[in-house]
């Protein structure tokens, strides 16, 4: 297809249309001239003559009935196509897939899908929960959401959710069993549950910071697990002490089921950021999402029943 190929066609029609060059030009908003001149190019460029012109009237050739019949449908489509292009932009709309580690989940996105969705009625979402790191571009995400750390340096990035820290966390039945411990080394003698990362099949290191002090510890226990929401779960049966990190802990710790221990110790890490690739063609839909979340960030923090 050459580039010039379209050229003329909305001269063309709205000549047809109204049958004539000049009611075309008013209604295009060009000149006479500019009208005449755009449907001589078609004609040429089809080697056809499209209109019968007299002083009087214009009137469509055998061809140019022809030829209207053929393209009009089209050209109503592309125009369709673009005002629908323009609607989403005011009302956005659409498939909005996302990739997202089960934290993530957990901690952005089930706190406030419920009313993301009832605020945009026209957008689907779908969420794809995985703790491996993809690439979003490839596989047809529109964005991703992960640890800031993990964000690929070519991506946009926009923190979302609230500030991080580790916490250590263990159930009241445990500590009454076992005994609460005073300082990280004290977790030596007591079940931690190993957490397992997918992406490299280590088990998580332990790190504590006070001041300028620092520890890291390979803690040991009976259970090892890789998913953070069985670690919550494992955790309130009172099976061992547990690392953890804020954002969809605290109802259970507000309602004491749970109990934070050494918090003096708790180091801040990265915080959950959205990604996605190119801020200069944002889709409405996608747009959409990151205000919201935007406002989620800065507004009072919620707390309520969890997922788990």
């Not at 998913?227 to 109802?251: C, F, H, K, Q, W």
Request: net charge negative; charged share 25%.
């Amino acid at each position: 297809m050459r580039q010039d190929q379209l050229d003329g066609l909305i001269a063309f029609i709205t000549v047809a249309e109204t049958k004539g060059f000049t009611s075309a030009g008013v209604k295009l908003g060009v000149s006479t001239s500019a009208v005449s001149q755009a449907v001589r190019t078609l004609e040429e460029r089809l080697g056809r003559a499209l209109f019968n012109r007299t002083t009087r009237s214009v009137s469509l050739t055998e061809d140019g009935e022809r030829y209207l019949e053929l393209v009009q449908p089209a050209v109503e489509q592309l125009i369709g196509a673009s005002a629908e292009i323009g609607r989403e932009a005011e009302h956005p709309s659409g498939q909005l897939r996302i990739n997202v580690p089960r934290a993530g989940y957990l901690i952005v996105l089930q706190p406030m899908l419920r009313r993301f969705m009832d605020k945009y009625p026209d957008i689907n979402v779908e969420v794809r929960v995985e703790n491996l790191l993809v690439d979003i571009v490839s596989q047809g995400y529109d964005a991703g959401i992960r640890f800031g750390e993990l964000v690929e340096k070519d991506m946009v990035a926009v923190r979302v959710g609230p500030p991080m820290s580790t916490h250590i966390i263990a159930s009241p039945e445990y500590l009454e069993r076992r005994g609460v411990p005073e300082h990280p080394y004290d977790l030596r003698e007591h079940d931690c549950i190993n957490y397992r990362h997918i992406t490299t099949g280590m088990l998580e290191r332990w790190e504590f910071v006070r001041g300028d002090e620092k520890i890291d510890l390979m803690v040991s226990g009976r259970l090892t697990v890789n998913d953070s929401e069985i670690l919550v779960r494992s955790t309130l049966d009172g099976l061992g002490i547990a690392n953890m990190i804020n954002g969809y802990i605290e109802p259970f710790l507000e309602d004491g089921r749970l109990v934070r221990l050494l918090t003096e110790w708790s180091p801040e890490i990265p915080s959950l950021h959205l990604y996605y690739p190119d801020r200069r063609r944002v889709p409405a839909k996608l747009r959409a999402l990151i205000d919201f979340l935007r406002e989620e960030r800065d507004a009072p923090v919620r707390t309520g029943n969890l997922l788990l």
